[in-house]
């Protein structure tokens, strides 16, 4: 059966701007081809892409990770049986307990409200599971319970078939989230879901110096005779033509999805869905550091799309020597002159010519890409996309 892996490659001019910090404050920068590069952490544009999903996805298609996935599961209890209330945190706690393996416990730091509220118990590390499991839980929870009571469900649970049902509940309909970026349950690896996306960190083509911005604010309440700053402070920034890159295990994804269960649903749609959802999310979004500061608001110059089935392949080779700037200034377009010149020579080479292939692009500094692949807008790119995909893995070819 052949492979379908989604690969995608993205230029983007970014102005001064602090996305992505370190623990001093500092943009994040690596070396690569013996120089400093401005660096943006894959982390950090998942996070960017998850967020986004939240625009392009409705909720039951999305995950919940979070250490409070007792209080996370304790709200859908009482949304299933507002009768449930005061039990609700407890059955929770049990339910997760059988269904994970994960060891509960109520944090050191005292949780307490006006009405003296008891804290509840969470988990030592961030737990993702998606809606649906936390709805499944819940039902389960209160069916075996028997109307609320806990010591009915600790013994309910402790019966083969029902701990059975508990584990199929989050190791079933995976949200979209969980199916690209993968699970970890430290405590029961075989809940764990691996990731069908990987990310890399984008990394500026050229050299990237980092700067800093020296600011005073004024008191608005001084005098006319008290002079000087209210306060003062330094923010570093950077700015950078970035090269950005991901690929999707489309197989692997259908895979932690399952298939579509409505009816009259092809196969083959929930996956199909979700890269269309994903290439639009990770092209459209922006870490968020610092954009009160800067205002960075841009978007990618050109975005190239491949469809391959043998493995994933980045093209950051063309800028291991750095990108110099051009005479008036500018890096965008040597880069995608060495892009398209490296692309068409690394696929003669290794034999991978061909496959479908998508260019979306935007100004004349861009036109050395052209002949790369089919010219689309945004919208036309996730429509073939979509239609492509679901054909290549209803038929394996």
Known sequence: MTRTILDIHILQNVPPSNMNRDDTGTPKSAYFGGVRRARVSSQAWKRATRKRFEELLPPEELGVRTKKVVEALAQRITAHDPALTDSAAKLAEEVLKSATGSSLEVPKRKVKDDSERTAVAESKYLMFLSRRQLDALAELAVTASGGGDVDTLKKSLKEKEQKARARSAVDTRHSVDI???????????????????????????????????????????????????????????????????????????????????????????????????????????????????????????????????????????????????????????????????????????????????????????????????????????LDRIRRTVGERLETGV
Request: with cysteine; net charge negative; hydrophobic share 40%.
């Open 179 to 381: 199916a690209l970026f993968g699970r970890m349950v430290a405590d029961s690896a075989d809940l764990n879901v691996e990731a069908a996306t990987q990310v890399a960190h984008a990394l500026s083509v050229h050299r990237s110096d980092i700067e800093s911005d020296y600011y005073t604010a004024v008191d608005d309440l001084n005098e006319e005779s008290e002079t000087g700053a209210g306060m003062i402070g330094t923010v570093d920034f950077n700015s950078a033509t970035l090269y950005r890159y991901a690929a999707v295990d489309v197989d692997e994804l259908q895979r932690n999805l399952g298939v579509g269960l409505k009816d009259g649903e092809s196969p083959t749609t929930p996956a199909a869905k979700a890269i269309a959802a994903f290439l639009e999310a990770f092209i459209t979004s922006l870490p968020t550091g610092k954009i009160n500061t800067f205002g960075n608001h841009t978007v990618p110059s050109a975005v190239i799309v491949k469809i391959r089935d043998r493995w994933p392949l980045s093209f950051v080779g063309a800028f291991e020597e750095p990108v110099p700037k051009t005479d008036q200034g500018g890096f965008l377009r040597e880069s995608c002159h060495r892009l398209a010149a490296y692309v068409r020579d690394v696929e003669r080479q290794y034999g991978i010519e061909g496959g479908p292939t998508w260019v979306f692009r935007v100004g004349e500094e861009t036109r050395e890409l052209a002949a790369l692949g089919d010219g689309v807008t945004l919208k036309e790119l």
